[in-house]
């Protein structure tokens, strides 16, 4: 069974710092991950995805990922964040269903 | 809104009782999936179907879960003789059949008391 593990399970910052979470899976095989945001009160969005190819990959509101194969690691980031990323993140990893991390609160503050 | 929908999306129930939510799915999504998330961790695969056919159940859908999906289209999860460890946030999830993504729900919030 896959597992994934989120290093942070809350960041506190002030705006225009920069945000890296971690997160590492357990699966050796091809693995197709995700990272989903849920901001206060909404539901899960997809922030970005790796399938295949380049290994960085750039998702919505200047979010981007790496994806290090030897690492086992899909490690999201942003050079400069702002109030409204206020939100909790999950780290994903697909094998026809989502096995999730158990997030990562993160707190901007202004 | 043509995303996912739950309804209801909240349920408060008294432990024993059995409840039921639905999922309507983004319009022609062949894949429906069933999450559970508690507070502090992310959520958890409960079942998936594709069309009608429930593929797969976890581990954690016991026997007073059920699921459905008849035509295809929207499905139901009934929880039977509720427990308070059934507290938590059901999140139905759907797929296009052509994308690995998943579009998520609202979700409806259980609270057994």
């Known amino acids: 069974a896959q597992s994934v593990s989120q290093h942070n399970h809350h960041v506190i910052l002030s705006e225009a710092a920069s945000l890296e979470l971690g997160c590492n899976y357990s699966y050796g095989g091809t693995v197709n991950l995700f990272w989903y945001v849920q901001y206060p009160g909404q539901h899960l969005q997809l922030l970005l995805k790796y399938f295949s190819g380049d290994p960085l990959v750039k998702g919505i509101k200047g979010f981007e990922a790496e994806f290090i194969k030897s690492k086992f690691s899909f490690n999201l980031r942003k050079p400069s964040v702002q109030w409204s990323d206020t939100a909790e993140y999950f780290c994903a990893v697909e094998d026809y269903k989502l096995s999730f991390g158990a997030g990562t609160t993160v707190t901007v503050r202004a | 809104d043509t995303g996912v929908s739950q309804d209801p999306r909240h349920k408060i129930t008294k432990r024993g009782q059995n409840v039921t939510f639905r999922c309507d799915p983004i319009s022609e999504h062949n894949r429906l999936y069933w999450y559970r998330q508690t507070l502090g961790q992310g959520p958890e695969f409960l079942t998936y179907f594709q069309n009608e056919a429930q593929l797969e159940k976890s581990r954690l859908l016991s026997d007073r879960f059920s699921a459905e999906r008849p035509k295809g289209s929207f499905s139901t999860l009934e929880i039977q003789r509720t427990e308070q460890g059934d507290s938590a946030m059901y999140l139905c999830?759907?797929?296009?059949?052509?994308?690995?993504?998943?579009?998520f729900g609202p979700g409806t919030r259980l609270t057994v008391t």
């Open positions: 999830a759907s797929s296009p059949r052509t994308s690995l993504e998943q579009y």
